[in-house]
């Protein structure tokens, strides 16, 4: 049986090779190399499964078949990320609006800042990151960047856009930050500290990043009754005026924990459900236990009760939320003290209550 591949074929119209792919494999992925390596492929195939809910990527899965493959599910996958624009160019087609070029988003220095925290933390967090097996910047007008990493599909899974988390699940997120932070507090502070600092440019000019924003998610509004729901959320005097108010975000960010007696640390800075994935079960239904936490593009050095806020807010309704807002900075401490027990280290210097309080303000 031939190839129906040719090596020079690119993945998805991106500058990224079958063979780049097939070199990245053969070099960096153990567990292909050692159950794979010795069978010949057949045809290697890709397509985008990212559905545009990657607002600054895309994801290519890429399915390698053998000419001794016994079946159809007789094959390999593995996942290539690929930074860019390509959801706002959708947008702009969409809504006729402007959309945000990647480099007015500063999309390169994102994907450097996903690079480095692999690059640091893959050996040091398994238990809550995907395999990565190549990294490789971006660099406009030279080349494209990339994350080679394993595919998580058939043992975990995320949940719809839309959908609320069960307190379980909570649960299961929160043991898992307790493991990242009992791990960031164990290892070597230099390895990180000062690497990941906040974009404080981002503040600057909130006028701009929330008119920026607004015309392009407005293509995707269907009817003038959401069109104006939206508009009144952005021009409520409250609101309105709060989401513009950039000291006070700024005092949020930057300020607010170390008011409250808790220190700066590693945040994810975009913990929600679409960057979360869930274990499959014995069925292959999605469980409460998480497998992994992915797209850290904007993991920085900050105030730890900001992913509280995030998670809670985009990824659960009301009753869910007010629910877990009376148990999640106490369970949350109580399992980080744990964590550092078992190895010998003292708990932590801040309280359930000085989150809560922190948590108010996010």
């Known amino acids: 049986m031939s190839a129906k591949f040719e090596v020079n074929d690119k993945l998805c119209d991106t500058e990224f090779t079958i063979g780049w792919l097939l070199d990245s494999l053969g070099t960096n ?25 990657g607002m600054f990527s895309i994801v290519l899965k890429c399915e390698i078949s053998f000419q001794d493959s016994k079946d159809e599910k007789d094959i390999y996958t593995t996942i290539v990320k690929i930074p860019g624009s390509y959801v706002f ?12 070029k990647a480099e007015n988003l500063n999309i390169p220095e994102m994907h450097t800042t996903e690079v480095n925290f692999y690059n640091i933390f893959k050996n040091k967090i398994p238990k809550i990151l995907p395999k990565v097996y190549f990294t490789q ?37 929160i043991r898992g930050m307790a493991y990242f932070h009992k791990e960031l507090i164990c290892c070597d502070e ?13 503040y600057e000019n909130l006028d701009r990043f929330v008119e920026m924003f607004s015309k392009t998610f407005k293509g995707y509004l269907k009817n003038d009754h959401q069109l104006d729901q939206f508009n009144s959320y952005l021009n409520d005097p409250k609101l309105g005026n709060l989401i513009r108010n950039a000291e006070f975000i700024k005092y949020i960010v930057l300020q607010s924990h170390i008011d409250a007696g808790i220190p700066s640390t590693l945040v994810h800075g975009d913990l929600w459900n679409n960057n979360i994935i869930f274990k499959r079960d014995s069925n292959g239904f999605i469980s409460n236990d998480i497998e992994a936490f992915l797209d850290w593009q904007i993991v920085q050095e900050g105030n730890i009760v900001c992913d509280f806020a995030r998670l809670l807010t985009c990824s659960c309704e009301g009753d869910i939320r007010r629910e877990a807002e009376t148990y999640i900075f106490e ?29 108010e303000s996010n």
Not at 190 to 202: C, D, L, N
Not at 341 to 354: D, L, R, S
Request: glycine share 10%; proline share 5%; with cysteine.
């Open 29 to 53: 992925d153990e567990k292909f190399k050692e159950n794979y390596g010795n069978r010949k492929i057949s045809n290697v195939s890709a397509r985008d499964i990212s559905g545009g809910k």
């Open 331 to 359: 369970y949350f401490v109580d399992c980080l003290n744990s964590e550092l027990e078992k190895v010998g280290n003292p708990p932590v210097p801040y309280t359930a209550k000085q989150l809560k309080e922190v948590y």
């Open 89 to 100: 160019d959708e947008m702009n087609e969409k809504g006729g609006e402007d959309a945000p």
């Open 190 to 202: 230099k390895s990180w500290r000062g690497k990941f600092p906040i974009k404080i440019e981002m």
């Open 137 to 173: 910047l971006w660099i406009p007008g030279k080349h494209q960047g990339c994350l080679h990493m394993e595919d998580l599909s058939k043992r975990g899974a995320g949940l719809n856009f839309y959908d609320c988390l069960n307190h379980a699940q909570i649960k299961s997120i």
